[in-house]
């Protein structure tokens, strides 16, 4: 899998959108993006997945660059719920999930 | 969707004791599931893909005899940590794969040794 690289940490006012940026300059072109969730003490939560087109769900959006060099999960009105680590994940196949050190989103009130 | 359910969430144990594990998959059948583990404020790290009917096969760095993954169904996976240590406590997490919404977590374990 590609590597990815993510910020350490951001914060969101509740209610605004959060943006979360992931570079994967070296993803091949069978590897999607992959975007998941760790609230604390919990497993990861699925959020949302891409090739090459933006994606929407009920839960995000995700936008990928022309050259897939690098991809932005948009929580379009964050709630304190939505505090948690994420991460972005290149991957193909049906090996397991490698996990870098994902982004620690703070929602702040 | 899929659902992976993990058991038991929390578990206590005397260090020298061994601790079992137990990994569902719901709703779907996983020829393969996976098992991290996860220290405080660290991301988590593949300890080992288990596979049905065969041998686990386990990331480098992890101790197959004390780690011991049992994947006897196409639903059911187990990990039993053996003569645990305290330096075993960690955040347990099972992981399965399903064709239509890709990988799904367990809640994860939280074993403390003491």
């Known amino acids: 899998d590609a590597k990815t690289t993510q910020p350490t940490s951001m914060d969101c006012a509740e209610g605004r959108a959060a943006n979360l940026p992931c570079n994967h300059s070296?993803?091949?072109?069978?590897?999607?993006v992959y975007w998941y969730r760790q609230i604390h003490s919990q497993g990861p939560q699925y959020i949302i997945h891409?090739?090459?087109n933006n994606e929407t769900n009920e839960m995000a959006s995700l936008i990928i660059t022309e050259d897939r060099k690098s991809s932005t999960l948009i929580l379009p009105h964050a709630t304190l719920r939505d505090t948690a680590v994420y991460y972005c994940i290149a991957h193909s196949g049906n090996t397991p999930l490698v996990f870098g050190k994902g982004t620690r989103l703070s929602v702040i009130a | 969707g899929a659902v992976v359910s993990q058991h038991p969430s929390r578990v206590i144990c005397k260090s020298g004791t061994s601790v079992k594990i137990e990994c569902r998959s719901l709703d779907f059948q996983a020829t393969t599931m996976f098992w991290y583990r996860q220290f405080p404020k660290k991301s988590l790290m593949l300890m080992a893909t288990s596979n049905e009917g065969s041998k686990a096969t386990y990331e480098q760095g992890v101790e197959k005899d004390k780690f011991l993954i049992n994947h006897a169904s196409l639903t059911l996976s187990t990990l039993t940590v053996t003569s645990a240590h305290p330096e075993d406590s960690s955040f347990y997490i099972c992981?399965?794969?399903?064709?239509?919404?890709?990988?799904?977590f367990g809640s994860g374990t939280r074993l403390t040794v003491v």
């Open positions: 070296t993803i091949s072109g069978n590897e999607y």
């Open positions: 891409g090739l090459k």
């Open positions: 992981s399965a794969r399903d064709r239509l919404y890709g990988y799904t």
